[in-house]
């Protein structure tokens, strides 16, 4: 009898396990697979392009395998005058995120305008290309390839480009690094929508691995920091060493993400800041010392271009 007892219980148990399962996780994977790409997922794919994760083309998780986001003010191929416009170049070889690669992933309205409109079946990862992020008139965004239906190459969006973004390298740091054991990028719907920002829809997440949501919160959500703190020199200063903005800062210090020279080649020496920053700290300096501007292709920089485009 007590043997029975304990065979029905276990088969209750495993039912009511089983239910909960179905009901967290396939039910609610039903209606994610049938939502449409926002306008901001096609973005976000651009910008951080294929797996920001480990995966086989970047194993140490160094921001390799990434497109470039670049500001544009004139053609590339004309050199006419043109609004402000954002452009995404994967460069040759460069994977292509998700949604341009598989059909089921941005949306039956958002796939048909981007492959109708915008072309994007004819993109090419061996080739690279310019891809924008466009709208119908009747605001249904989609992807258009540049490079197919304007002309421009690689090539020449880098060099008419005002300035360069390497925020899906950036992704890649902030995930490596463990920013997101700290950080979420997932306002609540409580009163973070006064501190935070909105919390973002379904439909912002087509395309994107991984999400980088975060599990606890021990400092402040950064899904929209970019427009609370544009700064580049802060967001410098606070990496390098987050007590020189906020003097009680649990942040751990990532100048190590400088290498080994500044922006202008010149090398860092953080012993030396150190013990100038010791003596600012003890009150024996007026002044901290100088914070080192990060070259272009360090990861510091990176991991800046990343947390200034969350918007």
């Not at 065979?7 to 399962?21: E, H, K, Q």
């Not at 690689?154 to 390298?169: E, F, P, Q």
């Not at 920091?225 to 003097?247: A, D, K």
């Amino acid at each position: 009898m007590a043997f029975r007892e304990y065979r029905i219980g276990c088969m209750m148990f495993g039912l009511a396990l089983s239910t909960s399962m179905f009901v967290t996780i396939f039910l609610p994977g039903l209606d994610i697979s049938g939502m449409s790409s926002t306008k901001l997922a096609l973005e976000k794919q651009l910008t951080y392009g294929w797996e920001s994760g480990f995966n086989y083309y970047d194993p140490f998780l160094r921001g390799k395998d990434k497109p470039i986001k670049v500001t544009l003010t004139k053609d590339p191929k004309t050199g006419a005058p043109m609004d402000k416009t954002n452009a995404y170049v994967f460069p040759a070889g460069t994977h292509f995120p998700d949604g341009l690669t598989h059909d089921n992933i941005l949306g039956d309205k958002v796939q048909k305008a981007s492959d109708e409109i915008g072309k994007i079946g004819e993109a090419n990862e061996a080739q690279g290309g310019v891809f924008l992020v466009q709208t119908t008139a009747d605001d249904t965004p989609y992807i258009e390839f540049a490079t197919a239906t304007r002309g421009w190459t690689t090539d020449a969006v880098l060099k008419a480009a005002d300035n360069k973004s390497l925020a899906g390298s950036g992704k890649t740091l902030f995930i490596r690094e463990g920013c997101w054991w700290c950080h979420t990028l997932l306002p609540e719907e409580t009163q973070d929508w006064q501190t935070f920002g909105r919390p973002p829809l379904v439909g912002d997440f087509n395309g994107e691995s991984p999400t980088t949501f975060g599990s606890d919160r021990k400092a402040p959500d950064l899904l929209h920091v970019g427009s609370r703190n544009s700064s580049r020199e802060w967001l410098t200063m606070h990496f390098f060493n987050p007590r020189l903005v906020q003097p009680h800062s649990i942040m751990p210090r990532y100048d190590y993400l400088w290498g080994d020279k500044d922006k202008s080649g010149n090398p860092i020496d953080l012993k030396a800041w150190d013990r100038e920053f010791m003596a600012y700290a003890k009150g024996e300096s007026i002044y901290p010392p100088e914070v080192p501007i990060p070259a272009d292709d360090s990861e510091a920089r990176m991991l800046i271009d990343f947390v200034l485009n969350l918007k």
